[in-house]
């Protein structure tokens, strides 16, 4: 391969010069036929950047991190999709990291620079975690979650996204709505939590405390939720799961029970994935941006890690009804 060196001396300029027409110095001041001298000994020889040594001068390995739940997730599908599209055509690698990785060591390579920045969404990293790498203002962004004093945030609007779907119950005629949530210690969780409430309020539904079951983002969490609402001397018409995850658990635990959905109890579920309509019955869905997020995540990581992040968090809106066979109009 040539070298720097050869096409300097071919082009009869210095070094330098050469290095500053590659990478575009807009300080650079040199005559046009200067330039395209350069620019032919360049393609005379073929010559190619070595843009490992150029990575390293500028401390970076063009490579960022992504911390996940885990792979089996098809809501993380989306996001890592959007995220990737993202970092290759900003010239970045993306590296994914699953929940069984140890959090310490995803923490040691971005404190060693083996990668430049990291994108969290996993649910092994707590807020406190997160608020001491910010504090340590290494290159961050959390991704699908809020954490209370840090704006270096990408999330959809789970409020809205929440009160969507039940909205949706509503003008289908139901008021025994119930609302499997996630889990209340997230913000994702309680922001869903309060979409559906905010909903029923503004519809003047009643509120019923044992309509509303914690759950994590899980089949088996939404199963176990689900006999519970079943149980109840009251229980509800229609069921509003804040993950599609939780959604299928309820399903199975419906279908257990000798129920039938939709004719017995309708459903809908938060997120849409690519199976959502080929299970039966389809299931109706709230469709947030995902793909949108991980792109949008990827350009806040690349604006801090240059120092060009304005210092706030993102909310992505563009959410949807997905309509399926999932839910009965009451009469």
Do not use: W
């Not at 999330?155 to 003008?171: C, F, R, T, W, Y």
């Not at 109890?265 to 997020?293: N, Q, W």
Request: charged share 25%; net charge neutral; aromatic share 6%.
């Amino acid at each position: 391969m040539a070298t720097l060196k050869q096409v300097a001396q071919l082009a009869g300029v210095d070094s330098s010069t050469v290095s500053r027409v590659i990478n575009n110095d807009p300080s650079l001041s040199i005559k046009l036929e200067t330039r395209e001298r350069i620019l032919k000994a360049i393609k005379e020889l073929n010559y190619s950047p070595n843009l490992a040594a150029r990575n390293l001068k500028n401390r970076e390995t063009k490579i960022l991190g992504l911390a996940i739940t885990d792979f089996f997730n098809p809501v993380m599908a989306s996001i890592i999709h959007g995220a990737e599209l993202r970092a290759n055509k900003e010239g970045y690698n993306l590296l994914v990291y699953s929940a069984e990785q140890d959090e310490s060591k995803i923490i040691n390579s971005l404190i060693d620079r083996r990668i430049d920045g990291l994108l969290i969404s996993s649910p092994k990293f707590d807020d406190e975690d997160i608020l001491r790498l910010n504090d340590k203002n290494l290159p961050i962004v959390s991704v699908n979650r809020k954490v209370l004093g840090m704006k270096n945030f990408v999330a959809v609007n789970d409020i809205q996204g929440s009160k969507l779907g039940v909205k949706h119950l509503i003008e289908f005629g139901h008021k025994k709505i119930a609302h499997i949530s996630g889990p209340l210690y997230t913000t994702t969780g309680l922001e869903r939590l309060m979409g559906y409430r905010t909903a029923i309020n503004e519809e003047n539904i009643k509120f019923i405390s044992e309509y509303v079951q914690e759950s994590d983002y899980s089949i088996e969490g939404g199963y176990t939720a689900m006999k519970n609402l079943l149980s109840l001397s009251n229980p509800p018409t229609a069921v509003f799961a804040s993950s599609v995850l939780i959604a299928l658990g309820a399903m199975k635990a419906i279908h257990e029970e000798g129920f039938t959905i939709p004719n017995d109890i309708s459903l809908v579920g938060f997120h849409d994935v690519y199976f959502a309509d080929t299970i039966s019955p389809s299931l109706t869905t709230v469709k947030m941006p995902l793909e949108e997020m991980g792109n949008a995540a990827i350009g806040k990581l690349i604006d801090i890690i240059h120092k060009k992040d304005k210092g706030e968090g993102i909310i992505i809106s563009g959410e949807r009804i997905i309509s399926r066979e999932s839910v009965k109009r009451l009469q």
